[in-house]
Protein backbone atom coordinates (compact mmCIF):
# COMPACT_ATOMS: atom_id res chain seq x y z
CA UNK A 1 0.00 0.00 0.00
CA UNK A 2 2.92 2.85 0.82
CA UNK A 3 4.43 1.47 -2.27
CA UNK A 4 1.39 2.51 -4.22
CA UNK A 5 1.52 5.90 -2.80
CA UNK A 6 4.61 6.77 -3.59
CA UNK A 7 4.28 5.77 -7.01
CA UNK A 8 0.76 8.09 -7.01
CA UNK A 9 3.12 10.78 -5.91
CA UNK A 10 5.98 10.24 -7.68
CA UNK A 11 3.85 10.11 -10.91
CA UNK A 12 2.01 13.34 -10.29
CA UNK A 13 5.01 15.30 -9.58
CA UNK A 14 6.95 13.54 -12.74
CA UNK A 15 3.81 14.40 -15.04
CA UNK A 16 3.70 17.60 -13.88
CA UNK A 17 7.59 18.96 -14.25
CA UNK A 18 7.60 16.74 -17.61
CA UNK A 19 4.40 18.49 -19.04
CA UNK A 20 5.88 21.90 -17.91
CA UNK A 21 9.08 21.01 -19.74
CA UNK A 22 7.53 19.47 -22.78
CA UNK A 23 5.21 23.11 -23.41
CA UNK A 24 8.29 25.06 -23.28
CA UNK A 25 10.56 23.24 -25.28
CA UNK A 26 7.79 22.46 -27.86
CA UNK A 27 7.29 26.48 -28.10
CA UNK A 28 10.24 26.99 -28.64
CA UNK A 29 11.24 24.67 -31.08
CA UNK A 30 7.58 25.45 -33.14
CA UNK A 31 8.79 29.40 -33.30
CA UNK A 32 12.51 28.51 -33.85
CA UNK A 33 10.86 26.64 -36.78
CA UNK A 34 8.94 29.07 -38.24
CA UNK A 35 5.79 28.76 -37.37
CA UNK A 36 3.57 31.41 -36.48
CA UNK A 37 2.88 32.25 -32.90
CA UNK A 38 -1.11 31.92 -33.50
CA UNK A 39 -0.91 28.12 -34.77
CA UNK A 40 1.44 27.53 -31.79
CA UNK A 41 -0.79 28.61 -29.36
CA UNK A 42 -4.16 26.86 -30.78
CA UNK A 43 -2.28 23.72 -31.44
CA UNK A 44 1.56 23.28 -29.36
CA UNK A 45 0.33 24.84 -26.08
CA UNK A 46 -3.28 23.57 -25.96
CA UNK A 47 -2.26 19.65 -26.68
CA UNK A 48 1.41 20.31 -24.21
CA UNK A 49 -0.71 21.77 -21.07
CA UNK A 50 -3.05 18.37 -21.14
CA UNK A 51 -0.81 16.39 -22.02
CA UNK A 52 -0.49 14.98 -18.47
CA UNK A 53 -4.06 14.14 -18.38
CA UNK A 54 -3.75 12.41 -22.13
CA UNK A 55 -0.85 10.21 -21.04
CA UNK A 56 -2.55 9.02 -17.97
CA UNK A 57 -5.86 8.38 -20.09
CA UNK A 58 -3.64 6.28 -22.64
CA UNK A 59 -1.67 4.54 -19.99
CA UNK A 60 -4.88 3.42 -18.71
CA UNK A 61 -6.80 2.26 -21.89
CA UNK A 62 -3.78 -0.18 -22.20
CA UNK A 63 -3.73 -1.51 -18.80
CA UNK A 64 -7.30 -2.12 -18.98
CA UNK A 65 -8.44 0.47 -16.87
CA UNK A 66 -11.18 2.61 -18.65
CA UNK A 67 -12.82 3.50 -15.13
CA UNK A 68 -9.32 5.68 -14.92
CA UNK A 69 -9.59 6.61 -18.07
CA UNK A 70 -12.93 8.45 -18.11
CA UNK A 71 -13.09 9.24 -14.74
CA UNK A 72 -9.38 11.53 -15.15
CA UNK A 73 -11.42 13.24 -17.49
CA UNK A 74 -14.68 13.57 -16.34
CA UNK A 75 -13.69 14.37 -12.68
CA UNK A 76 -10.61 16.41 -14.03
CA UNK A 77 -13.68 18.78 -15.96
CA UNK A 78 -15.64 18.93 -12.37
CA UNK A 79 -12.52 19.79 -10.50
CA UNK A 80 -11.87 22.60 -12.88
CA UNK A 81 -14.83 24.50 -12.25
CA UNK A 82 -15.55 24.06 -8.86
CA UNK A 83 -11.81 24.11 -7.93
CA UNK A 84 -9.79 25.84 -10.42
CA UNK A 85 -12.42 28.82 -10.35
CA UNK A 86 -14.04 28.56 -6.90
CA UNK A 87 -10.44 28.92 -5.37
CA UNK A 88 -9.31 31.59 -6.95
CA UNK A 89 -11.96 33.65 -6.61
CA UNK A 90 -11.76 33.46 -2.99
CA UNK A 91 -8.87 35.56 -3.77
CA UNK A 92 -9.69 37.65 -5.80
CA UNK A 93 -12.75 38.58 -8.21
CA UNK A 94 -13.01 36.54 -11.16
CA UNK A 95 -14.46 38.90 -14.43
CA UNK A 96 -16.49 36.75 -17.27
CA UNK A 97 -14.84 37.98 -19.99
CA UNK A 98 -15.97 39.36 -23.66
CA UNK A 99 -17.62 37.42 -26.78
CA UNK A 100 -14.61 35.27 -26.98
CA UNK A 101 -15.39 33.79 -23.34
CA UNK A 102 -19.07 33.59 -24.48
CA UNK A 103 -18.56 31.62 -27.48
CA UNK A 104 -16.36 28.92 -25.85
CA UNK A 105 -18.35 28.46 -22.83
CA UNK A 106 -20.99 27.53 -25.44
CA UNK A 107 -18.74 25.38 -27.15
CA UNK A 108 -17.66 23.64 -23.74
CA UNK A 109 -21.49 23.04 -23.52
CA UNK A 110 -22.06 21.24 -26.94
CA UNK A 111 -18.74 19.14 -25.92
CA UNK A 112 -20.07 18.28 -22.80
CA UNK A 113 -23.64 17.13 -24.51
CA UNK A 114 -21.92 15.44 -27.40
CA UNK A 115 -19.68 13.46 -24.84
CA UNK A 116 -22.59 12.53 -22.61
CA UNK A 117 -24.89 11.38 -25.94
CA UNK A 118 -21.64 9.06 -26.82
CA UNK A 119 -20.93 7.34 -23.54
CA UNK A 120 -24.78 6.00 -23.60
CA UNK A 121 -23.51 5.32 -27.28
CA UNK A 122 -20.70 3.61 -25.61
CA UNK A 123 -18.01 1.56 -25.05
CA UNK A 124 -16.28 4.57 -26.51
CA UNK A 125 -14.37 2.86 -29.88
CA UNK A 126 -12.50 4.13 -32.90
CA UNK A 127 -15.85 5.88 -34.62
CA UNK A 128 -16.63 7.42 -31.51
CA UNK A 129 -13.31 8.41 -31.22
CA UNK A 130 -13.24 10.37 -34.77
CA UNK A 131 -16.54 12.29 -34.24
CA UNK A 132 -14.79 13.89 -30.83
CA UNK A 133 -11.90 14.00 -32.62
CA UNK A 134 -13.37 15.95 -35.84
CA UNK A 135 -15.04 18.32 -33.24
CA UNK A 136 -12.03 19.04 -31.85
CA UNK A 137 -10.77 19.89 -35.22
CA UNK A 138 -13.63 22.25 -35.98
CA UNK A 139 -13.42 23.99 -32.87
CA UNK A 140 -9.56 24.24 -33.98
CA UNK A 141 -10.38 25.90 -37.03
CA UNK A 142 -13.21 28.10 -35.23
CA UNK A 143 -10.77 29.44 -33.19
CA UNK A 144 -8.18 29.86 -35.61
CA UNK A 145 -10.15 31.46 -38.11
CA UNK A 146 -11.42 33.95 -35.19
CA UNK A 147 -7.76 34.75 -34.26
CA UNK A 148 -6.59 35.62 -37.90
CA UNK A 149 -9.53 38.05 -37.32
CA UNK A 150 -8.02 39.69 -34.13
CA UNK A 151 -5.09 39.61 -35.84
CA UNK A 152 -5.68 41.36 -38.64
CA UNK A 153 -8.15 44.03 -36.69
CA UNK A 154 -4.91 45.19 -35.15
CA UNK A 155 -5.29 43.50 -31.67
CA UNK A 156 -1.61 42.74 -30.16
CA UNK A 157 -1.47 38.96 -30.47
CA UNK A 158 -1.12 36.92 -27.38
CA UNK A 159 2.24 36.08 -25.25
CA UNK A 160 3.10 32.79 -25.41
CA UNK A 161 3.98 31.48 -21.58
CA UNK A 162 7.86 29.49 -21.89
CA UNK A 163 8.65 31.71 -25.30
CA UNK A 164 12.34 32.53 -24.99
CA UNK A 165 13.95 34.00 -28.47
CA UNK A 166 17.22 33.56 -26.76
CA UNK A 167 16.80 30.09 -25.58
CA UNK A 168 19.86 28.15 -26.63
CA UNK A 169 19.19 24.81 -28.83
CA UNK A 170 20.21 22.22 -26.25
CA UNK A 171 18.18 23.95 -24.27
CA UNK A 172 15.04 23.21 -26.21
CA UNK A 173 16.18 19.54 -27.36
CA UNK A 174 16.85 18.62 -22.85
CA UNK A 175 13.13 19.72 -22.08
CA UNK A 176 11.66 18.20 -25.26
CA UNK A 177 13.40 14.86 -23.91
CA UNK A 178 12.72 15.52 -20.40
CA UNK A 179 9.04 16.06 -21.40
CA UNK A 180 8.96 12.73 -23.87
CA UNK A 181 10.58 10.50 -21.40
CA UNK A 182 9.04 11.58 -17.90
CA UNK A 183 5.44 11.85 -19.02
CA UNK A 184 4.82 8.06 -20.16
CA UNK A 185 6.63 7.18 -16.97
CA UNK A 186 4.87 9.20 -14.88
CA UNK A 187 1.97 8.35 -16.49
CA UNK A 188 2.46 4.66 -15.65
CA UNK A 189 3.07 5.04 -12.22
CA UNK A 190 0.12 6.97 -11.49
CA UNK A 191 -1.86 4.54 -12.96
CA UNK A 192 -0.15 1.69 -11.50
CA UNK A 193 -0.20 3.22 -8.11
CA UNK A 194 -3.99 4.30 -8.25
CA UNK A 195 -5.17 0.88 -9.48
CA UNK A 196 -3.20 -0.59 -6.56
CA UNK A 197 -4.60 1.71 -3.99
CA UNK A 198 -8.42 0.99 -5.43
CA UNK A 199 -7.93 -2.68 -5.12
CA UNK A 200 -6.11 -2.63 -1.63
CA UNK A 201 -9.10 -0.30 -0.33
CA UNK A 202 -11.73 -2.56 -2.94
CA UNK A 203 -12.92 0.89 -3.93
CA UNK A 204 -13.45 1.24 -8.01
CA UNK A 205 -11.15 2.49 -10.36
CA UNK A 206 -14.09 4.67 -11.56
CA UNK A 207 -13.86 6.64 -8.44
CA UNK A 208 -10.03 6.62 -7.90
CA UNK A 209 -10.36 8.48 -11.40
CA UNK A 210 -12.92 10.57 -10.22
CA UNK A 211 -11.26 12.21 -7.29
CA UNK A 212 -7.40 11.03 -6.55
CA UNK A 213 -6.32 11.30 -10.31
CA UNK A 214 -8.39 13.88 -11.76
CA UNK A 215 -7.38 16.31 -9.10
CA UNK A 216 -3.96 15.18 -9.47
CA UNK A 217 -3.80 15.97 -13.11
CA UNK A 218 -5.61 19.37 -12.20
CA UNK A 219 -3.55 20.92 -9.94
CA UNK A 220 -0.84 22.42 -12.75
CA UNK A 221 -4.05 24.52 -13.54
CA UNK A 222 -5.29 25.28 -9.83
CA UNK A 223 -1.53 26.19 -9.24
CA UNK A 224 -1.45 28.55 -12.50
CA UNK A 225 -5.02 30.33 -11.22
CA UNK A 226 -4.14 30.77 -8.20
CA UNK A 227 -0.59 32.24 -8.35
CA UNK A 228 -3.04 34.89 -11.17
CA UNK A 229 -5.25 35.61 -8.43
CA UNK A 230 -3.05 36.71 -5.97
CA UNK A 231 -1.46 39.00 -8.53
CA UNK A 232 -5.11 40.33 -9.30
CA UNK A 233 -5.30 38.44 -12.47
CA UNK A 234 -7.71 35.62 -12.04
CA UNK A 235 -9.59 36.00 -14.67
CA UNK A 236 -7.40 33.98 -16.84
CA UNK A 237 -8.86 31.08 -14.77
CA UNK A 238 -12.17 31.15 -16.98
CA UNK A 239 -9.95 31.04 -20.12
CA UNK A 240 -8.30 28.22 -18.65
CA UNK A 241 -11.15 26.42 -17.05
CA UNK A 242 -12.83 26.29 -20.66
CA UNK A 243 -10.13 25.35 -23.41
CA UNK A 244 -9.03 23.07 -20.92
CA UNK A 245 -12.39 21.30 -20.72
CA UNK A 246 -13.03 21.23 -23.98
CA UNK A 247 -9.78 19.33 -25.09
CA UNK A 248 -10.45 16.82 -22.12
CA UNK A 249 -13.75 15.84 -23.86
CA UNK A 250 -12.50 15.62 -27.10
CA UNK A 251 -8.82 15.18 -27.62
CA UNK A 252 -7.93 12.93 -24.71
CA UNK A 253 -10.83 10.42 -24.63
CA UNK A 254 -11.22 11.16 -28.77
CA UNK A 255 -6.98 10.02 -28.84
CA UNK A 256 -7.70 7.27 -26.09
CA UNK A 257 -10.62 5.84 -27.61
CA UNK A 258 -8.54 4.92 -30.72
CA UNK A 259 -5.61 3.19 -28.50
CA UNK A 260 -8.67 0.99 -27.29
CA UNK A 261 -12.24 0.56 -26.49
CA UNK A 262 -13.44 2.36 -22.97
CA UNK A 263 -16.09 1.04 -21.25
CA UNK A 264 -18.42 3.24 -19.52
CA UNK A 265 -19.28 2.22 -16.17
CA UNK A 266 -22.84 2.08 -15.01
CA UNK A 267 -22.34 4.45 -12.50
CA UNK A 268 -20.91 7.25 -14.72
CA UNK A 269 -23.90 6.73 -16.68
CA UNK A 270 -26.27 7.55 -13.86
CA UNK A 271 -24.35 9.74 -11.61
CA UNK A 272 -20.89 11.34 -12.63
CA UNK A 273 -22.05 11.79 -16.65
CA UNK A 274 -25.16 14.49 -14.84
CA UNK A 275 -22.88 15.92 -12.04
CA UNK A 276 -20.17 17.00 -14.59
CA UNK A 277 -23.21 18.79 -17.09
CA UNK A 278 -24.88 20.37 -14.05
CA UNK A 279 -21.39 21.83 -13.11
CA UNK A 280 -20.65 22.90 -16.51
CA UNK A 281 -24.43 24.75 -16.48
CA UNK A 282 -23.67 26.38 -12.77
CA UNK A 283 -21.24 29.01 -14.21
CA UNK A 284 -23.64 30.28 -17.61
CA UNK A 285 -24.99 32.79 -15.26
CA UNK A 286 -21.59 34.31 -14.64
CA UNK A 287 -20.79 33.55 -18.21
CA UNK A 288 -23.74 34.39 -20.24
CA UNK A 289 -24.79 37.06 -17.98
CA UNK A 290 -21.60 38.71 -17.24
CA UNK A 291 -21.29 38.54 -13.68
CA UNK A 292 -18.56 38.61 -11.80
CA UNK A 293 -17.72 35.21 -9.67
CA UNK A 294 -17.23 37.04 -6.46
CA UNK A 295 -15.52 35.95 -3.39
CA UNK A 296 -18.87 34.63 -1.64
CA UNK A 297 -19.80 32.58 -5.18
CA UNK A 298 -16.13 31.72 -5.20
CA UNK A 299 -16.68 29.75 -1.77
CA UNK A 300 -20.08 27.89 -3.24
CA UNK A 301 -18.37 26.30 -5.90
CA UNK A 302 -15.59 25.39 -3.93
CA UNK A 303 -18.54 24.00 -1.14
CA UNK A 304 -20.10 22.23 -4.42
CA UNK A 305 -16.80 20.38 -4.78
CA UNK A 306 -17.03 18.75 -1.35
CA UNK A 307 -20.92 17.95 -1.66
CA UNK A 308 -19.73 15.51 -4.95
CA UNK A 309 -16.73 14.28 -2.68
CA UNK A 310 -19.98 13.11 -0.30
CA UNK A 311 -22.04 12.11 -2.96
CA UNK A 312 -19.29 9.78 -4.15
CA UNK A 313 -18.65 8.41 -1.35
CA UNK A 314 -22.77 7.11 -0.92
Known sequence: MAIDIVQVLAGLVLLVLAGEALVRGAVNLAL?????????????????????????SVKAVTQ???GIALGNVVGSNIANILLVLGIPAMISVIHPGDNHARRSYLTMVAATILFIILAFLGPFRWWHALILLGALALMLWDNYREARAHRAAGDPEEVLEGADPALPGWKIAAYLVAGLVGLPLGAQLLVEGAVGIARAYDISET??????????????????S???????????AMGNVIGSNVFNLLGIIGIAGLVGPLRVPQSM?????????VTTLVIAPFVLGRRNITRIWGLVLTAGYVVFLIALAH
Open 269 to 277: LHFDLWAML
Open 32 to 56: RLGIPSLIVGLTVVAFGTSAPELLV
Open 207 to 224: VIGLTLVAVGTSLPELAT
Open 64 to 66: DAP
Open 226 to 236: VAAACKKQADV
